[in-house]
């Protein structure tokens, strides 16, 4: 994925995703209970309250929303302002409601909390600041100033001062922390959805590689039998025009660009075949298919197959999938690009296991991620230094959450560790110090003989697009 992509992901500004739609609905809603509540204390506990001043704030919000209605397409989408607009209107005129009903002494003053909450999951933390401090302040003024609840016998219905601030107290923390959650759950479940369209797009990408080598491959044998009827003519031109240089000199231009063209469709077609057989691969085939882009980068690639010689029997055959293919290829760049000299691939397999392991001699992963290895948009901790020697990373971990849930998706389990640990198994290996990643798969899950999900014998299909 590139950066270009990255921060198309990161720089959204989610509150313009909003409907105008939705958000009248949500306030017919508000409209209606508000009614609701006025009416039940008109007509059933007969409170005497400034009822013309109270259905005149709502009604200046049903008609908000009627001009809204008319003057917008339902599908209108608010602007992160509009919408920052819109949630501070409500705020205010729950305020001013509260204000006319008693303040802190009404029940409802919890409902403050809600467009809080509201800007918290949908709008940006500048938004979210600024209506949280507005419901705090306007918190504080209703415990004060505020309009008192009475009876039809004029009694004021009024709970003691020490519930009064409790109450102010209550609703000032749940509009601090109900605000931070759900910000921090908001942003936890975007950067999730970011991430797994990334793993997507690479997905997709990596697919299509594999049709478009199948569909170069069919070309190549397609056009096998006219270039070589093509390659015969030239040499025998060449033979027949002995006496004219000239053209004998074209002749042989044209067996050249002959050989030229055959060339180029084997080469383009060795990404893979639309052929059922090509859907599997013995295990250190598709380990060295992985790796292949990398290995002319000035690392030495060392592949171990069975280094504790406790295999039993020739690789495996595995399923050839995207998925395994780019999630290795991810994990075998990230120890290129961090290893000092040495990257070793090792391949075991045995009855029930089939596991990879790829291990460098870089600086290792910084000990106080490791936990949090295969999380999307991971923040950086590196030094300077480094930053200096490879500033394209980021440090976003976006590249090993993209290899972690490829290859999960295919039945495996992932572990990180360093090779200076404790419990690493490589301990005895002294240039082996770097990071350490394993990937293991149930055997049923991955091998395409015997398999769950084995490939099955029989005619090849015709590419599909």
């Known amino acids: 994925m ?172 749940a509009v601090l922390f109900l605000g931070v959650y759900s910000r921090w759950i908001t942003t936890e479940m975007h950067s999730m959805s970011d991430a797994l369209q990334a793993t997507q797009m690479a997905l997709n990408r990596e697919q299509k590689l594999t049709d478009l080598g199948g569909v170069v491959a069919a070309a190549a044998h397609e056009f096998g039998t006219p270039l070589a009827t093509i390659k015969i003519a030239s040499t025998e031109l060449i033979n027949d025009l002995e006496g004219h240089p000239e053209l004998q000199e074209d002749a042989r231009l044209i067996r050249e660009q002959t050989d030229r063209c055959r060339n180029i469709l084997r080469e383009m077609g060795q990404a893979g075949k639309d052929d059922l057989f090509l859907h599997k691969a013995p295990l250190t085939t598709v380990v060295r298919d992985a790796a292949e882009p990398h290995l002319g980068r000035g690392i030495n690639v060392i592949f171990e197959d069975c280094p504790n010689l406790d295999c039993t029997e ?20 990230n120890a290129v690009d961090f290893a000092t000299e040495t990257v070793w691939i090792e391949s075991s397999w045995s009855k029930d296991v089939v596991s990879i392991r790829v291990m460098d001699d870089g600086p290792g992963f910084p000990p106080q991620l490791i936990g949090r290895i295969g999380d999307p948009f991971m923040p950086s901790r590196r030094a300077n230094r480094e930053l200096t020697q490879r500033p394209e990373y980021e440090g976003m ?42 990937i293991a798969w149930p055997r049923r899950k991955i091998d395409a003989i015997k398999g769950d999900f084995a490939v099955p014998v029989g005619e090849n299909k015709p590419l599909k697009f």
């Open 2 to 173: 590139t950066k270009t992509d990255l921060g198309l992901f990161r720089t959204r500004q989610r509150g313009s995703w909003i409907r105008l739609r939705m958000i009248i609905l949500l306030r017919w809603g508000a409209i209606f209970g508000q009614v609701a509540a006025l009416v039940v204390a008109q007509q059933i506990f007969h409170l005497q309250l400034e009822f013309g001043l109270c259905y005149l704030v709502v009604g200046v919000s049903a008609i908000g929303n009627l001009v809204a209605n008319i003057i917008f397409p339902e599908s209108k989408r608010l602007s992160e302002f509009e919408n920052l607009l819109m949630v501070l209107f409500d705020l205010v005129q729950l305020g001013l409601l509260l204000f006319l009903t008693g303040g802190l002494n009404n029940p409802f003053s919890v409902l403050i909390v809600g467009p809080v909450i509201v800007s918290a999951a949908a709008l940006s933390l500048r938004s979210t600041i600024f209506l949280g401090s507005v419901a705090i302040m306007m918190v504080s003024v209703l415990a004060i100033f505020h309009l008192p609840l009475r009876t039809d016998q004029g009694y004021i219905l009024q709970i003691p001062q020490i519930f009064i601030f409790g109450n102010w107290v209550a609703i000032s923390i």
């Open 314 to 333: 020739r690789p495996p055959y595995i399923l050839r999938l995207p998925e395994v293919i780019h999630g290795l290829r991810n994990l075998i760049q």
């Open 397 to 438: 971990g976006l590249g090993l959450f993209i290899a972690k849930t490829l290859l999960e998706r295919t039945g495996a389990e992932l572990d990180f560790a360093n090779g200076s640990d404790d419990h690493s198994r490589d301990r005895d290996h002294f240039e082996r110090r770097g990071a350490i990643i394993e």
